[in-house]
Antibody
Framework: EVQLVESGGGLVQPGGSLRLSCAASGFTFRSHWMSWVRQAPGKGLEWVATIKEDGSIKYYVESMKGRFTISRDNAENSLYLQINSLRAEDTAVYYC??????????WGQGILVTVSS | QSALTQPASVSGSPGQSITISCTGTSNDVGGYNWVSWYRQYPGEAPKLMIYDVTNRPSGISSRFSGSKSGNTASLTISGLQPDDEADYYCSSFTPINNIGVFGGGTRLTVL
């Protein structure tokens, strides 16, 4: 069974940084593209970033470029999202997902990031 | 990148059929057959329901079907059931960011 478990969220002050993690199991992690998707409270879904199986290619939604960094460790079956200079508008539930041909097949349960002073 | 356009809400009675539209441009929905649909219950993660415009993942009921005409994709749910009540999101690949773009979401109410 595919399992994706996000961690690392919480309350952060504006301007701070956070590193989200996603632990993968139940499938061959190193063979899958992976993505982060976020959802602000009461709002819709928003793609954040995608990374190739070996980490050699990374794509970001334009508004996320510069402050967000997606990475992975295939030896640890883990996906990461580093977010710097956090803003109130980054408050959201962040999901990790397996991606295949631009569809998100399996999703984690999500982790809440709250940016507030 | 603008979100794809979905109706904010649709409703139907048990047993009826409903269709949710998802309108984009020739740069996303109209240009590629990589349109997918997701169902999300409150407080839960989204679930893939339709991919590549018309395909259903294993385990998804045949009551769910997808189609596309020009720049508009559609999700049809036939034989509405109470547990179909949820939010539904479409998504399409776009070469603008090589990732994708979501629609704003549609709240389905089963009356």
């Amino acid at each position: 069974e595919v399992q994706l478990v996000e961690s690392g969220g919480g309350l952060v002050q504006p301007g701070g940084s956070l590193r989200l993690s996603c632990a993968a199991s139940g499938f061959t992690f190193r063979s899958h593209w992976m993505s982060w998707v976020r959802q602000a409270p009461g709002k819709g879904l928003e793609w954040v970033a995608t990374i190739k199986e070996d980490g050699s290619i990374k794509y970001y939604v334009e508004s996320m470029k510069g402050r967000f960094t997606i990475s992975r460790d295939n030896a640890e079956n883990s996906l990461y999202l580093q977010i710097n200079s956090l803003r109130a508008e980054d408050t959201a539930v962040y999901y990790c997902a397996t991606v295949s041909y631009y569809k998100a097949e399996h999703w984690g349960q999500g982790i809440l990031v709250t940016v507030s002073s | 990148q603008s979100a794809l356009t979905q109706p904010a809400s649709v409703s139907g009675s048990p047993g009826q059929s409903i269709t949710i539209s998802c309108t984009g441009t020739s740069n996303d929905v109209g240009g590629y057959n990589w349109v997918s649909w997701y169902r999300q219950y409150p407080g839960e993660a989204p679930k893939l329901m339709i991919y590549d415009v018309t395909n259903r993942p294993s385990g998804i009921s045949s009551r769910f079907s997808g189609s596309k005409s020009g720049n508009t994709a559609s999700l049809t749910i036939s034989g509405l059931q109470p547990d179909d009540e949820a939010d539904y999101y479409c998504s399409s690949f776009t070469p603008i960011n090589n990732i994708g773009v979501f629609g704003g979401g549609t709240r389905l109410t089963v009356l």
